[in-house]
């Protein structure tokens, strides 16, 4: 396909999942009511774009066209094609943020079209500061909060991207021939690609998450600070709960084999991860 698509033509293929499909809440009720609508025409963009570049039945190249016209379209160089990007152009125009964080989702995802292994955390971590950390900064700059927020911001998605690969490592394998667990921890640990197609986890693999989660610990610290630093009473309990999920998926990942089965955060989790975050009530 050309990098210039049919200017009639919706690129977006909306996979059907939508907010209440995640982890940790997505523009909750928590968000203030007045920025809700801008924060879900966000998540609608990036996810649509995650939706194409996630595709198992497109084409690498028709993958990027999609993408660089729902780019087109949310710069203003063309007006049809992609209604999520429509919608978040007007948003970022009623609000003034910064069309970045919406441009380095687009980077992240073309990279998804075609790179499907990673060679070392840095790697990754590099991958995460376009696929994921743009996310928090977009929720921090729409509050008007502080750029003293975007550090703890940065850890923690990355730390939430993280558990979403070890999550979906088997998955992302045996649909896309994706993986993002690094190659020279494999190596290190005597493991390879071939184990994430196996029943349950090897011994090689285990020390692969446990040494992957040993970071995400750290990144999870670092993000503690999140809900200290916010000034918005309602975003301080919301990064809060999410901080608290994290946490605890992380050990519910210590402890479960993600290539038996999904690894899931439960009712629980998020009843816990919410009485928690009161304490940044003040």
């Known amino acids: 396909m050309n990098d210039v698509l049919p200017l009639a033509e919706n690129v977006e293929t909306w996979s059907g999942k939508d907010r209440g499909d995640e982890n940790f809440p997505v523009g909750s009720a928590l968000i203030r009511a007045d920025l809700r609508a801008h924060v879900h025409a966000y998540y609608a963009f990036a996810r649509n774009a995650d939706d194409i570049a996630d595709s198992n039945t497109l084409a690498p190249d028709d993958k990027i066209a999609r993408l660089n016209a729902m780019e087109d379209v949310l710069l203003g160089r063309r007006d049809t094609g992609s209604p999520s990007a429509s919608r978040l152009r007007t948003s970022l125009a009623e609000t003034g943020v910064?069309?970045?964080?919406?441009?380095?989702?687009?980077?992240?995802?073309?990279?998804?079209?075609?790179?499907?292994?990673?060679?070392?955390?840095?790697?990754?971590?590099?991958?995460?500061?376009?696929?994921?950390?743009?996310?928090?900064?977009?929720?921090?700059?729409?509050?008007?909060?502080?750029?003293?927020?975007?550090?703890?911001?940065?850890?923690?998605?990355?730390?939430?991207?993280?558990?979403?690969?070890?999550?979906?490592?088997?998955?992302?394998?045996?649909?896309?021939?994706?993986?993002?667990?690094?190659?020279?921890?494999?190596?290190?640990?005597?493991?390879?690609?071939?184990?994430?197609?196996?029943?349950?986890?090897?011994?090689?693999?285990?020390?692969?998450?446990?040494?992957?989660?040993?970071?995400?610990?750290?990144?999870?610290?670092?993000?503690?600070?999140?809900?200290?630093?916010?000034?918005?009473?309602?975003?301080?309990?919301?990064?809060?709960?999410?901080?608290?999920?994290?946490?605890?998926?992380?050990?519910?990942?210590?402890?479960?084999d993600p290539i038996a089965g999904r690894v899931k955060l439960t009712k629980v989790d998020g009843l816990s991860a919410a009485l928690a975050s009161l304490r940044f009530l003040p």
């Not at 999870?220 to 998926?249: F, K, M, S, V, Y």
Request: a neutral charge.
């Open 98 to 256: 910064d069309p970045r964080h919406a441009t380095d989702l687009l980077i992240a995802f073309r990279q998804d079209a075609t790179k499907l292994r990673y060679a070392s955390w840095d790697e990754l971590l590099d991958y995460c500061r376009f696929s994921a950390m743009p996310v928090g900064r977009y929720v921090l700059d729409v509050h008007g909060e502080d750029r003293a927020t975007h550090a703890p911001s940065d850890a923690l998605c990355a730390s939430l991207q993280v558990l979403n690969h070890l999550q979906d490592c088997a998955k992302d394998l045996s649909e896309l021939d994706r993986c993002y667990l690094p190659q020279d921890l494999m190596e290190r640990f005597g493991t390879g690609i071939a184990d994430l197609s196996g029943r349950q986890e090897t011994p090689g693999l285990r020390r692969v998450f446990d040494a992957l989660l040993d970071r995400v610990d750290t990144l999870n610290h670092q993000a503690l600070d999140l809900p200290r630093r916010a000034a918005n009473r309602r975003l301080r309990l919301e990064t809060a709960i999410i901080t608290g999920l994290a946490r605890r998926l992380a050990r519910r990942l210590r402890n479960a």
